[in-house]
């Protein structure tokens, strides 16, 4: 038969492809002198035919089982485990392993695959198909996790813990499960700079603070097979690669700790830029007035003000104002000439409530459309349409071509201003006071409560 490429161990099976030459004849000859037996196995021998298949044994499957059960334990959920959805797959997704390692289904170990060989998966009518070689498996559930090392590698980025594969409606989604301390060491860096030196440790402990609390109420509230995506839409996640030795001091030094109000966790918000002024949760975010996430002026002059968003400008053409509208659904079509583009209202930290942009259609009719709140960054977006508008702090101006926005900051405001932290750790604060600032009336717990 020669050598096998690659290397699969089957448990479930018991079948085993691999580099080594089969040695089940000779290891069973030094093991029995007795004619009789010597006969037996050889009848069995040609029974099975050419092949690199090895039979366990009944205590060799025993064996097997209690490391299995053993393994298993340490991958179940808990308080401390999260999961973050790394990708979605519309029909088929492919892992090409790297590292030797264990593939489970639902309840057991079924495989061991080595470097080089590749993981399969079909979405099968709701179910999953995997495919390893010439193996197939099919289930609700696979889990993937590194027998040797501490990682597994998937799109080229490595990741601490496991992935688990799964059928979601008409998609295939590829999910990281790891302790959520690891998860935080590959957030930091994504969501803050980090400075020269330690300049920016205690702005670093508060923001991992304020992202473990916010992956707490995650965890709570999910209703999934995840808890978080891994970028803008929850936090930037950036696995192993995201990790350096100050944001992991920072995520170590406040293990466990979480911010509550009232003995319940806090819900927090933060952002890169707030310009000068945070703002009132319930004027972005929420229907109720959260007393710790009320809009506070932030430094005189502004801590952020050393922030490379702190003011920007954006100049639009009037034909882009109105695709980005019929973008955004609000107009059917495009055939309009832009008239006027007017601020009605802003709440109390200058942040614009409502934007009024006044239309004319070919017939010279007028339509008003007016767009509120953090929309207008939605609706608009930055000129090369790239981003989102970098804040709703900005002013308009307009000449015969163009229409210019010069605002400040970025983000929506809420919550932490990233860069007046990291402003006030230059300036000696540390990490409790940093929180104090910025969500006033909150107190240190544990997650671990």
Not at 359 to 383: C, H, M, P, W
Not at 421 to 434: P, T, V
Request: one cysteine or more.
């Amino acid at each position: 038969m020669g050598q096998h490429q690659g290397y699969v161990q089957v448990i479930g099976s018991s079948i085993i492809y691999s580099l080594h030459k089969n040695t089940f004849q000779t290891s069973i000859l030094q093991f029995c002198f007795n004619l009789y037996l010597t006969v037996i196995i050889l009848i069995i021998i040609l029974l099975s035919g050419c092949t690199s298949s090895k039979r366990y044994g009944e205590e060799e499957k025993k064996d097997i089982i209690v490391k299995t059960a053993e393994t298993e334990e340490t991958t179940k959920s808990s308080s401390n485990n999260i999961r973050i959805l790394l990708d979605e797959m519309e029909s088929a997704s492919f892992l090409t392993i790297q590292n030797t390692v264990n593939v489970y289904d639902e309840k057991n170990k079924i495989a061991v695959v080595n470097p080089g060989n590749t993981l399969e998966f079909y979405d099968s009518e709701n179910q999953l198909l995997l495919k390893v070689r010439d193996q197939s498996f099919s289930g609700n559930l696979f889990k993937v996790q590194s027998e040797n090392s501490d990682y597994i590698t998937y799109n080229g980025k490595n990741y601490k813990g496991m992935l688990s594969i799964h059928p979601s409606e008409n998609s295939i989604e590829i999910v990281n499960n790891l302790d959520i301390e690891e998860y935080l060491k590959g957030v930091i860096s994504r969501e803050m700079p980090l400075g020269k030196g330690t300049e920016n440790l205690e702005a670093l402990k508060a923001l991992a603070i304020c992202a473990r609390t916010y992956s707490m109420i995650r965890i709570k509230e999910s209703k999934t097979l995840y808890d978080l995506y891994p970028d803008t839409r929850d936090q930037v996640y950036g696995g192993i690669d995201a990790e350096y030795p100050l944001s992991n001091q920072a995520v170590d030094d406040t293990k466990d700790m979480i911010l509550t109000y009232n003995d319940s966790l806090a819900q927090l918000f933060y952002h890169s830029t707030c310009g000068g002024f945070t703002e009132d949760a319930i004027n972005v975010f929420t229907d109720t007035k959260l007393e710790y996430l009320k809009g506070i002026q932030d430094g005189d002059p502004p801590y952020c003000s050393i922030s490379p968003r702190f003011e920007w400008t954006e100049i639009f053409t009037e034909d882009l104002i109105i695709d980005r509208l019929k973008s955004a659904a609000l107009i059917s079509h495009t055939n309009y000439s832009l008239e006027d583009l007017v601020i009605l209202s802003r709440f109390d930290s200058g942040r614009v409530n409502e934007l009024q942009v006044v239309l004319n259609d070919d017939y010279n009719n007028e339509t008003s459309i007016s767009i509120f709140g953090n929309d207008i960054r939605q609706v608009l977006k930055n000129a090369d349409g790239k981003l989102i508008l970098w804040s709703s702090v900005f002013d308009i101006s307009r000449d015969d071509q163009s229409i210019i926005l010069n605002g400040k900051g970025f983000g929506h405001g809420v919550g932490m201003c990233q860069w007046g932290a990291i402003s006030l750790s230059k300036r000696g604060w540390n990490f409790e006071d940093i929180l104090q600032h910025y969500y006033p009336g909150t107190q240190l717990g544990s997650a671990d409560d």
